[in-house]
């Protein structure tokens, strides 16, 4: 077989502006010794010898860039002034008349109607902190009636730090994980600029491309917010009894026990149908529409205690959803709900205890939620032992993510791992380790 030239070879690096078939421009690095350049496209005119007849086609062009201009953020600089100017010379408007509220508005019009319920409610709310952050801006020329061309590190980096502080007007501090979430929301606003054409018009919002595109965050290295030690707790057996027995619904015990037994996520449990369940064999089909990584997978359920609750519901035997909504018993409960009983429960519980222990059970509950019953189920033991596929099937997760997000090394687990280490006292297995080379 013959062995492929590329493999092992370090991915170059490189950077797009413009619009292809348009004013396209690229800067790379070349391969051999990692040389600047820029490459483009240029129309030329093909005669056939034959024929006679006269052909437009396009030949690539490159040119390597001046010894000041080695650097990749000249390059980017170079390739995005040299597009302007293709497009300059084409004919063709660099930048449509449009506003950044204008923008968001009309992706909320346009692409927001397809999404679910949650992301909606995500993006009208996106579109009053960004409209809110940019028009509580001192300079006016950075407001939400800019053109969304103008983006720059400034608009990025100030609102990182702005919504992180709590800083715009009528929001309050949030984490990392928020910021990046409020982040990717405007990156793909922007995205679709690119493609997309206002009305009455056959050029893109951003016929030059997104200012904050991959390349440009690249080669400038800027930094999506992320929090170094993100604290992902766990549920453990005696928050999930203290919880249930502060529930405001059935509903919520039934998806606490579901959740832990099945390493499903909320959202997937409460969309759950009883035309899911076999309760003969007692498997789980877990639809693709509802599933994260949009792939229909059957389960088992692994525990009684998970095929009791699912006997005793209130809702079997009734045609439609296991946790109906209580407006309309033929939609599932939506997920706003179960954050307000999670909320009632957590507030219930803590009432229930002394002053003293109140303290220390908040601390506990911090950052608890539906989620922390899926990383329990994922961090067993016995259930990290499973082969990679199993694991996969069953939690409806790709094995590195449960490897490299949801697994945790507590204090509990490196002491036991030490006393279980082979003792210098006791005999190996396999004596040959203690041979010298050579011998």
């Not at 009053?128 to 720059?152: I, K, Q, V």
């Not at 501090?173 to 606003?189: E, S």
């Not at 694991?391 to 687990?413: F, H, K, P, S």
Request: with cysteine.
């Amino acid at each position: 077989m013959m062995a492929d030239p590329t493999r092992g070879q370090k991915k170059r690096w490189s950077y797009n502006a413009g619009q292809r078939g348009r004013n396209w421009v690229r800067a790379f690095e070349h391969p051999r010794d990692g040389t600047l350049y820029l490459e483009w496209l240029e129309a030329a005119q093909m005669t056939d010898p034959e024929t006679g007849a006269v052909t437009t086609t396009e030949r690539r062009r490159r040119r390597k860039l001046q010894a000041e201009d080695q650097s990749k953020a000249r390059a980017v600089q170079k390739a995005e002034e040299l597009a302007e100017r293709f497009a300059d010379l084409a004919g063709q408007p660099n930048a449509v008349p449009v506003t950044l509220a204008q923008l968001i508005e009309d992706y909320l019009q346009e692409v927001t109607p397809r999404k679910g319920k949650g992301k909606q409610g995500h993006d009208r709310r996106a579109q009053r902190l960004w409209c809110a952050y940019f028009d509580g801006l001192p300079a006016r020329d950075r407001n939400s009636e800019r053109h969304p061309a103008t983006l720059d590190r400034i608009d990025w980096d100030g609102f990182s730090a702005a919504r992180r502080g709590g800083s715009i007007p009528g929001w309050g501090p949030v984490r990392d994980r928020q910021v990046q979430y409020d982040l990717k929301f405007l990156i793909a606003v922007l995205n679709w600029g690119t493609g997309a054409n206002p009305r009455g018009s056959d050029t893109p919002y951003l016929p030059n491309g997104s200012p904050w595109n991959d390349g440009i965050r690249r080669s400038q290295q800027w930094r999506m917010p992320r929090t170094k030690t993100p604290h992902r707790p766990s549920m453990t057996a005696e928050m999930r009894a203290a919880l249930i027995e502060h529930q405001p619904s059935w509903q919520f015990g039934a998806a606490l026990v579901l959740e832990r037994d099945t390493r499903r996520r909320n959202s997937s449990i409460r969309r759950l149908d009883w035309s899911d369940v076999d309760q003969q064999s007692w498997t789980i089909r877990w639809r693709g529409e509802f599933d994260k990584d949009g792939r229909e997978t059957v389960t088992p359920l692994l525990s009684e205690e998970a095929r009791e609750v699912l006997r005793r519901a209130p809702s079997r035997g009734i045609a439609g959803p296991i946790f109906p909504s209580a407006s309309d018993p033929s939609e599932p409960t939506p997920g706003g709900t179960f954050q307000t009983w999670l909320r009632r429960a957590k507030a219930g519980l803590l009432k229930s205890l002394d002053e003293a222990e109140r303290p220390q059970w908040r601390e506990r509950l911090r950052g608890v939620g539906f989620h922390a019953e899926k990383r329990a189920g994922v961090r067993d033991p016995e259930f990290r032992a499973l082969p990679a596929k199993i694991q996969e099937t069953i939690a409806g997760t790709r094995y590195t993510t449960l490897r490299d997000v949801y697994d945790e090394v507590t204090t509990d687990d490196v002491r036991a791992a030490w006393e279980a280490r082979p003792r210098a006292d006791e005999p190996l297995a396999d004596t040959t380790l203690l041979t010298p080379r050579g011998e």
